[in-house]
């Protein structure tokens, strides 16, 4: 298992952008595929986005496809979540995930290590 730590949250205007990020500890983060989450109060987790191994596959949730980029570093153990064009409904705790699979699944279950979570709260 790798522990995450996410950073990067806080209060935003509508129409602006965060960048999120979540740092891994361990050597084997470059076998993980990663992912972000998040969840408002009441309502289950939903997949945000994630992202392989490598690199070179992603995937995305409708809702915020177009608007939001995940990347990663391995040699940083790092991976980001950059939000553009952020909407109030976008307001959540939001957490990074890893997979052991290495793929960018959006299957809930894949996942097997998770950070705290970050607020992201978007308002006028």
């Known amino acids: 298992q790798v522990q995450l730590v996410e950073s990067g949250g806080g209060l935003m205007q509508p129409g602006g952008s965060l960048r999120l990020s979540c740092a891994a500890s361990?050597?084997?983060?470059?076998?993980?595929?990663m992912g972000w989450f998040r969840q408002v109060p009441g309502k289950e987790r939903e997949f945000v986005a994630a992202?392989?191994?490598?690199?070179?596959?992603?995937s995305y949730a409708n809702a915020v496809k177009g608007r939001f980029t995940i990347s990663r570093v391995n040699a940083k153990n790092t991976v980001y979540l950059q939000m553009n064009s952020l909407k109030p409904e976008d307001t959540a705790v939001y957490y990074c995930?890893?997979?052991?699979?290495?793929?960018?699944?959006?299957?809930?279950?894949?996942?097997?290590?998770w950070g705290r979570g970050t607020q992201v709260t978007v308002s006028s």
């Open positions: 361990g050597r084997t983060f470059s076998s993980y595929g």
């Open positions: 992202i392989s191994r490598s690199g070179a596959t992603t």
């Open positions: 995930a890893a997979t052991p699979t290495g793929l960018a699944t959006t299957r809930f279950p894949d996942f097997t290590s």
